[in-house]
Each structure stands twice: as structure tokens, then as C-alpha cells.
């Protein structure tokens, strides 16, 4: 009959059909994409938001050794292990972070309380004192004879021309002990410098082939990198760095010395020190040993819930005024 409309074959309506749930598939495919996308970008910015808040609290952290040393440095020109700079942070509650208590771990090392690689260069060459008490502190740590020369070349090599040459009689005439020196750590060219980068820190030494990983560990507790060459603080050194760099001065003596210094006999000068090593066969004006220090590291952990954030900074305290940061290394 006219006027009647037939309705369309079943084949036809089913292909509809399928065609409509394909195309809500997609959309909902795409709609979870875009969510699971967005997901991560919201946790990334509160991600970097959480690590910058952590950032500027271990900051904080940095500021508060500053002040500690400027503090200390107004109350006494020594600086000793008994000093407020010396006691550690364990755990304080920095803020809250990552919906929890935000603790920071920090601690102030006295980096002259270490033998400094710097010293192992001066005026252009090399020292043959500073180079013969690293060897022995090497040698007293049971490091090998082949690593402590590999190191020494490093250093060496690193900041042979961190300073002019020294224009004295004395730098311009041939040394024995300088050839000795030289032939230890396999240096030919006294003005040779490494094509590496200059050290900054124990952690450089890492790089260079053929040192072992393992001396360096055994090595970082007794030697610091520092710009400029440094004397030893007998107030805070270990006996190991003391009796590599005073010929003659055994271990147990400088342990027994010592001993004595952490009761509160500390060193008031140089001349101090020197007597109390009882051997008079020592100068006093060839001994580089002070009581006193100007450069310190700062070492700080932030811990939250979810992540724990790292901070090494090295500070320079010339007494006159907050100490300025010389470096600072951060990182998760």
C-alpha cells in the first residue's frame, strides 16, 4: 500500500548499532587518557611543589649553620670539637611536607681537620712536605703505594697552575726531595695538568681511571679538596692526619695527645702543640699546624613521608661576617 514506510533491513540497524559503541569506545578512551594524563600532571606539580618546599627548608637548614659559625667565631677565636658548630641535628621537625612531619639530619665538619690535596701544590710545584705527609697518612690507612700515587697525580695535576710560579731563589733551584716526589706519582712535566676538570670535592677523584673506588672510601674521612692551601687544626684532626704529617709522631702518641685534648686540654697556639709533642728535634716555624679553621661543610638530609632530600655545601668563615657558601650540591 502507498504511504506505508518499510522499516529498514535488520543487517543495516545493526551496523548502526555497532558503529554508535564504536564511537563511544573511542570517546571513552580518549576520555581516559586525557584523565590519566592530567593525573600525572598534577602529581608531577605536586611533586616539584613538594621538592622545592623541601629545597627551601633545607636552606633553612644551610642558614642556621651559617649563623652557628658567625656565632661561635664572635665568642672564641678557636675552634674546637666542643663548640655549638659541632653539635649535630637529629631529626628536627623542619614543617610539615607530603602530609607529614618533615624531619632534617644535619651535621658541620671542620674540612681542616683533614689533610687538604690543594697542599700538595705550591707556587707551581709540588711541596715535598704536604706530598710526604700524604703519602704516610696513605700508607698508615693501608691504601696501596700504586693508588696513593695515582691520587697524588690527580691533585697535583689539578691545580698545578692554580697559582703563579713562585719567583724565590729557593722555588728556582732543583729540589731532591720535589724529583722524589715527582717520580711517586709518575709525574714527568712538573707543570703537566690533567685534561680532567679541577677537583672540588673527594667525589671527583672517582672519575679518573684506574683509582680505585674503594681507596676513596677509605681515604674521604682524612682528606678534603679546598681553593686555597690550608693548615691543619689540631683542635679537631683525627690522630691518622696528625701522624702523617709530623715526621716521627707515632700513631699511639698522637691518639694519647689527643686523648688529653677531648678531656679539655685543648691547644691555645702552634707553639702549644709543638711542645707537647715532646720532640724537640721539631721547629716550631716548620710545622703548619694551627687552632683554628676557616672552612667547613655542611652536610643535611630532609626526610618526609615519601622522599628523602640531600644537601652538601661548603662554607668559607673568614670571621668578619656570616660565611659565605663557596658550593652547594642538592639533590634527592
Not at 548499532?17 to 586525557?34: D, M, N, R, Y
Not at 614543617?95 to 639530619?105: I, M, N, T
Not at 673506588?213 to 686555597?228: D, G, K, Q
Request: proline share 7%; hydrophobic share 45%.
Amino acid at each position: 500500500m502507498k504511504g506505508i514506510v518499510k522499516p529498514p533491513p535488520a543487517r543495516s540497524a545493526g551496523m548502526a548499532v555497532i558503529s554508535v559503541l564504536l564511537i563511544v569506545a573511542v570517546i571513552a578512551l580518549l576520555a581516559a587518557a586525557l584523565m590519566s594524563r592530567q593525573t600525572t600532571a598534577i602529581r608531577s606539580a605536586l611533586a616539584e611543589q613538594s621538592r622545592l618546599e623541601g629545597r627551601w627548608l633545607l636552606r633553612g637548614e644551610l642558614g642556621r649553620a651559617r649563623t652557628v659559625l658567625y656565632s661561635e667565631a664572635q665568642r672564641t677565636p678557636l675552634v674546637r670539637l666542643d663548640g655549638s658548630w659541632a653539635r649535630p641535628i637529629d631529626g628536627a621537625v623542619a614543617g610539615e611536607l607530603d602530609g607529614g612531619a618533615a624531619r632534617v639530619f644535619s651535621e658541620i665538619t671542620d674540612e681542616q681537620a683533614k689533610f687538604n690535596l690543594r697542599n700538595l701544590v705550591q707556587g707551581g710545584r709540588i711541596d715535598p712536605r704536604e706530598s710526604a705527609a700524604f703519602l704516610r697518612l696513605c700508607a698508615m690507612l693501608g691504601v696501596p703505594a700504586q693508588q696513593a700515587g695515582l691520587i697524588g697525580r690527580r691533585a697535583i695535576t689539578s691545580f698545578a697552575d692554580a697559582e703563579p710560579p713562585s719567583s724565590t731563589p729557593e722555588a728556582a733551584e732543583p729540589s731532591k726531595a720535589i724529583d722524589e716526589a715527582r717520580r711517586a706519582y709518575g709525574i714527568d712535566d712538573p707543570g703537566a695538568r690533567a685534561p680532567a676538570p679541577r677537583l672540588r670535592d673527594i667525589g671527583d677523584l672517582l672519575g679518573t681511571p684506574g683509582i680505585d673506588p674503594a681507596s676513596v672510601e677509605r681515604l674521604r674521612p682524612y682528606l678534603t679538596v679546598l681553593p686555597r692551601a690550608t693548615w691543619i687544626n689540631a683542635n679537631t684532626a683525627g690522630p691518622e692526619v696528625l701522624a702523617a704529617w709530623v715526621p716521627g709522631l707515632s700513631l699511639e702518641h698522637a691518639k694519647a695527645m689527643l686523648a688529653e685534648r677531648d678531656h679539655g686540654q685543648w691547644f691555645i697556639n702552634r707553639g702549644d702543640f709543638v711542645n707537647r709533642l715532646r720532640m724537640p728535634q721539631i721547629d716550631e716555624s716548620d710545622v703548619r699546624i694551627g687552632i683554628t679553621s676557616e672552612w667547613f661543610r655542611v652536610a643535611g638530609a630532609l626526610r618526609t613521608p615519601r622522599t628523602t632530600l640531600l644537601m652538601r655545601a661548603l662554607l668559607h668563615d673568614d670571621k668578619a661576617g656570616l660565611p659565605s657558601v663557596v658550593w652547594l650540591r642538592e639533590g634527592a
